[in-house]
């Protein structure tokens, strides 16, 4: 159980292209979802909290209007990077949990290359 | 002072070989704290959780000292495919610290 699909796995685009990700928890709800950011050999970074229904909680530094987040339903959360830049490149994963206080479920992870 | 601290390693190690990763948090109040795995250029996968009696899953033995607000992960008998990145992280409500990750490299 406690099952996160993320999609696409993986992306290549031009630079100024956007790009949605979807996050989606597939056998349970998921109020809160989480966006992270990893850039190579480096620990994952929060990039924002994501609440069904309410505006995404955004950590320091992280630009609202860059990096779109919507959270229409209890099991689906999307990250959309607006006029993405080659410094957009970077590893995006999502995650949720199926119980209070209890563990994170990570999806697979996205690898974004924007050329 | 970070939330969660971890050594970042790398640890070389011998297949067989014992080997222990250790991890401080600074929130005396967090809620609840787990091990995950990260393979290279793949997600995190939760490895166990941990509790406050400690516990153990086959070769995995977690423990938790609250008190000195201490984290533990011990690996027995360890394989060529343990070798991964080994994440501590710390739940605060509704909020999740991550370690940086230990590196363990499994020889043969």
């Known amino acids: 159980g406690a099952v996160v699909s993320q999609h696409p796995s993986w992306v290549i685009c031009k630079s100024g292209t956007s790009v949605k990700i979807e996050c989606r928890s597939l056998?349970?709800?998921?109020?809160?979802m989480f966006w992270y950011r990893q850039f190579p050999k480096q620990s994952l970074m929060l990039m924002a909290t994501?609440?069904?229904?309410?505006?995404?909680?955004?950590e320091q530094g992280v630009e609202k209007d860059k990096f779109l987040i919507n959270h229409a339903s209890l099991t689906l959360s999307t990250l959309t990077v607006t006029s993405a830049h080659p410094e957009d490149s970077s590893f995006y994963i999502c995650?949720?949990?199926?119980?209070?206080?209890?563990?994170?479920?990570f999806g697979d992870g996205t690898r974004l290359s924007i050329l | 002072r970070k939330e969660v601290e971890q050594d970042p390693g790398p640890f070389n190690v011998p297949e067989g070989a014992t080997v222990a990763f250790n991890c401080t948090y600074s929130?005396?109040?967090?809620?609840?704290f787990f091990w995950y795995r990260q393979d290279c250029r793949k997600e995190p996968k939760l490895l166990m959780s941990?509790?406050?009696s400690g516990n153990e899953d086959g070769r995995f033995t977690a423990q938790l000292n609250r008190a000195s607000q201490y984290i533990s992960l011990l690996i027995r008998d360890s394989k060529l495919s343990d070798s991964a990145t080994y994440l501590c992280?710390?739940?605060?409500?509704?909020?999740?610290?991550f370690g940086s990750g230990t590196k363990l490299n499994v020889k043969p």
């Open positions: 995650s949720a949990r199926d119980a209070p206080a209890g563990p994170q479920h």
């Open positions: 056998d349970f709800q998921a109020t809160t």
């Open positions: 994501s609440n069904e229904g309410s505006k995404a909680t955004y």
């Open positions: 929130n005396s109040a967090s809620q609840s």
């Open positions: 941990v509790y406050s």
């Open positions: 992280v710390v739940n605060d409500f509704n909020k999740f610290y």
